[in-house]
């Protein structure tokens, strides 16, 4: 059972653009949901995190948005460069299972030049 | 952040055999992860390492066929045992204290 849905599935925008990636879940039991960076070849890189008290955080150019009563949360990535182009997963950890990371399908991100 | 090396970076390994990954870690931390990742796509948990007992595993994995070690609390190891080419995939080992980070991955394909 798919408890985090993530989409699109892939996004191409041209250099400058803004690229939102949506993420929802269903488990209110969710306390912490963050986003990961995957190039080709690397293992995923923690991008950015949020805590469902918080209805925004920002670092550098990638903003995350949290929406709890609609339970959905998306990274916007401010100024995209070519260099952004990665796979994007977001996740959500539940607080009965300790530290399992539930994790979104992927979103496969092209920034043209 | 944690710095996590995996060994091998990439295998190519028969049918019938096993495959041992290392994962180590530049400092302590309190939970250590293995987790698979088919081609082009999402992360599946496989177990979660417990230092000295036992390893918890996700629905659909077993003991038999992922043994896991984890002997101190920089340290782990997943077996992939009598593989198949359907264990082709990237395992990837991860930590958490609280922010959870992952290693660069161990490539595997089973001919």
């Known amino acids: 059972q798919q408890q985090v849905k993530q989409s699109p599935q892939s996004l191409i925008v041209q250099k400058g653009g803004i690229p939102i990636i949506n993420c929802a879940y269903e488990n209110t039991a969710f306390d912490y949901f963050p986003w990961y960076q995957q190039f080709p070849g690397k293992g995923p890189a923690l991008l950015i995190a949020i805590r469902p008290d918080v209805s925004e955080k920002k670092e550098g150019r990638f903003t995350i948005s949290f929406n709890k009563s609609a339970k959905q949360f998306s990274l916007h990535i401010m100024d995209s460069q070519p260099g952004d182009s990665a796979t994007y997963f977001c996740a959500a950890r539940e607080i009965t299972s300790g530290s399992r990371l539930t994790f979104g399908e992927g979103t496969q991100l092209t920034v043209n030049p | 952040s944690a710095v996590i090396s995996q060994k091998p970076s990439r295998d190519i390994c028969q049918r019938g055999t096993s495959l041992t990954i290392q994962c180590q870690v530049d400092?302590?931390?309190?939970?250590m992860f293995w987790y698979r990742q088919q081609p082009g796509q999402s992360l599946t948990l496989i177990a979660t390492a417990n230092q000295g007992s036992e390893a918890t595993y996700e629905s659909g994995f077993v003991i038999d066929k992922f043994p896991i070690s984890r002997p101190n609390l920089t340290f782990s190891t997943l077996t992939v045992s009598n593989m198949s080419p359907e264990d082709s995939s990237i395992y990837l080992c991860s930590v958490r204290n609280y922010e959870q980070y992952f290693g660069p991955g161990t490539r595997l394909t089973v001919t």
């Open positions: 400092s302590q931390v309190t939970m």
